[in-house]
């Protein structure tokens, strides 16, 4: 699988964003997918995640701003984040693994991340 994530940019705090990965393979469907962020200085943390199209599950951090959807027709997958804050701002990374997990080493594939920043 290889993974293609777009959509980054500068916000302002309170501001949206969407991010989309866009992932090529005929086995999109049977890969849980997840997004997480590296801030400057700080390690690689998740998320979000969604497995088919269950309900996503999130970090709590993102809950009730963020939303993770997946398009399974398209292979695409999704990250709308709403009221975005100044600690928000980092790399976002799309992953793929096979199954649910809030954990970077679970995950297989990884898209090239692409930069959010939030302006204060």
């Known amino acids: 699988v290889q993974l293609q994530a777009s959509g980054g940019g500068l916000v302002q705090a309170g501001g949206s964003l969407r991010l989309s990965c866009a992932a090529s393979?005929?086995?999109?469907?049977?890969?849980?997918m997840g997004w997480f962020r590296q801030a400057p200085g700080k390690e690689r943390e998740f998320v979000a995640g969604i497995w088919w199209t269950f309900g996503g599950y999130y970090a709590d951090s993102v809950k009730g701003r963020f939303t993770i959807s997946r398009d399974n027709a398209k292979n695409m997958v999704y990250l709308q984040m709403n009221n975005l804050k100044p600690e928000d701002a980092a790399v976002y990374y799309c992953?793929?693994?096979?199954?649910?997990?809030?954990?970077?080493?679970?995950?297989?594939?990884w898209g090239q991340g692409t930069l959010v920043t939030v302006s204060s």
């Open positions: 992953a793929a693994g096979s199954r649910t997990s809030r954990s970077a080493g679970e995950y297989l594939y």
């Open positions: 393979g005929r086995t999109f469907n049977s890969y849980n």
